[in-house]
């Protein structure tokens, strides 16, 4: 995958030169011996580490940093979103989609299929707490609001925090 990748990239932008490597520890050696790069791309999966924490150390100055997925969670793409990375490509993404979005990224934009990653993640009750929550409304008034418990509520409030990967209610 990562080599015909590397070729497509090759082939579809002139003069983009391009390099594939198989793990995190080869990736920070080539961005030491070689960088910096217009573009970096990152498999989350990697075999000695996560392509996210990878692509938020250091090494990178200056570089349009895409996170690369076999897994389609729009978790994961906020995450990505939130650390600044350019991009979010799931590796379903038809093959011509993808040059294309990498190209929009070496140019400066940023591209993320799940722009409105909250919604299909959340059920329509989770929906509805949420909204009474950014409304400063307590566990309590929105239990009495939705006709379900304070600890309904406080169960949904869980489940919301995981499924957006946040901390707190802020």
């Known amino acids: 995958y990562r080599d015909a990748l ?27 011996r070689e960088g910096p790069f217009a573009l970096v791309v990152a498999d989350q999966q990697l075999p000695d580490g996560q392509g996210l924490d990878l692509l938020c150390e250091p090494i990178w100055p200056g570089s349009a940093r895409v996170l690369m997925s076999g897994s389609n969670e729009p978790a994961l793409a906020l995450r990505a979103r939130r650390l600044d990375l350019k991009a979010f ?8 989609r993808m040059l294309d979005v990498l190209g929009r990224v070496l140019v400066g934009e940023s591209w ?15 929906l509805a707490v949420l909204k ?15 006709g379900v418990s304070e600890r309904t509520v406080k ?7 995981q499924r ?5 209610r802020a």
Do not use: W
């Open 6 to 32: 590397v070729e497509a990239l090759q082939r579809h932008h002139d003069g983009l030169v391009a390099c594939g490597v198989d793990c995190a520890q080869q990736a920070r050696d080539c961005a030491l």
């Open 89 to 96: 490509l799931p590796k379903t993404l038809a093959p011509q």
């Open 112 to 126: 993320f299929e799940y722009d409105d990653a909250v919604e299909p993640t959340l059920t329509e009750r989770q």
């Open 132 to 146: 009474r929550t950014a409304l400063g409304q307590s566990n309590r008034l929105i239990g009495e609001a939705l």
């Open 155 to 161: 169960d949904h409030m869980r489940l919301i925090f």
């Open 164 to 168: 957006l990967d946040v901390a707190n």
